[in-house]
């Protein structure tokens, strides 16, 4: 990976400082302690740092942060220099495609406007609800930026007000201070309404997972309303009633039962089918308990959507194995509620799950059941959650559309 105009790698005493240099080849932007090497003495928490590869050779920028379980994020590779000037161009690129490129402001007031690694901003997501920011902050480099950056974004987005999240563990594993945002987030709403293809939402900034709505699934729960005209609709780990008020609103469905343990969540999704002045029948269940008893009773749907909570949390074999488990039987469980010819859409946001091993255990899951599933369309996350071709990990979501046979 050497630089084309450098006859020469540049020996530590000669390079810029700070610099961390990589101790295998790589182009991966997350760089593990085992894979890096010699960092030089004056490099701080929260960096920006030149990043050179095991020759010597110039391989890009990075934050570097010594105390992380990522101790550097490569933002950029190629032969550049380590200037701040690099975040302003990364924001305005990642703004300019939402708004510019793909016009999502045409059809919503939510969507990710940063996705970390996918717009060169490692360590840093913002989603945009109507007039407010949420940004969730997983690197120390960024978060000492992000306050300064937050008057951009603002500018470029349209937006007035922002709330940033950092999760215990992670900021104090990181060294970030929660404290360093509370002026900024005291600013802001709390409870925030916004409108996605015609459906209204209430977003809890306060009580919602991670950045309190998905935005990732916003395309999804457009289409599934092609399926539901007239049609019984379940909705398995409803969440805040997303399929389901498109099943409703757009889609035009007969009946829609939301089906979800967490009662913060139902809570929410009573609050947007009211936004909506539309009817679904909420259940306060185990999705496994409740597709046990409906398969015991014999009910069956027309249409049944399945968007469990990441059920695969660890590389660990055996944990993972538990979680492949998990999934294919809350699938075996729910394809057996699809009447024959019904539609069956499954999801899985588990990074750490496959698109072909998501497939074979939704198979088998169906299989057992004696069933065939008649496979539509594959398809992820929106536009606004880009993923760079070195990254391939962070495309997460997986969502198989299919007829059941």
Known sequence: MSAPDLADPIAPAERPRPWAQLK???????????????????????????????????????????????????VAHGNRPADEAYFEGAIRTAVALRRETLKLDEGTEAYRLINSDGDGLSGLIVDRYADVLLCEVTSLGMAQRLPAWLPLLHELAGT?????????????????????????????????????????????????????????QRDNRRRLAAFTKGARVLDLCCYTAGFSLNAKVAGEAAEVTAVDLDEAAIAMAKRNVNLNQERVKFVHADAFAYARQM????????????????????????????GRRKYEDLNQLAVSLVKPGGVFVTCSCSGLVSGENFEQ????AAHRQQRRLQFLDVTGAGADHPVYSNCLDSRYLKVLWSRVV
């Open 160 to 216: 007035r007000y922002a709330r940033v999240h950092v999760d215990h563990d992670l900021g104090s594993l990181e060294g970030i201070k929660p404290s360093t945002f509370n002026e900024t987030n005291a600013a802001a709403p709390r409870l925030v309404k916004f409108r996605e293809h015609g459906v209204r939402y209430e977003v809890d900034f306060d009580a919602g997972h991670k950045t309190g709505f998905f935005c990732d």
């Open 361 to 364: 255990l939704v198979i088998r």
């Open 24 to 74: 295998y080849v790589t182009f991966q932007p997350q760089i593990f302690p085992r894979l890096l090497g010699n960092v030089s003495p004056d490099a701080r928490p929260g960096d920006l740092v030149h990043v050179f590869d095991k020759q010597g050779y110039p391989a890009g920028i990075g934050l570097f942060n010594p105390r992380a379980k990522i101790p550097l994020r490569v």
């Open 295 to 322: 398969q015991q009773n014999g009910e069956s749907w027309d249409v049944v959507v399945l968007d469990p909570p990441k059920l695969v949390m660890t590389r660990d074999p055996a944990g993972a194995a538990e």
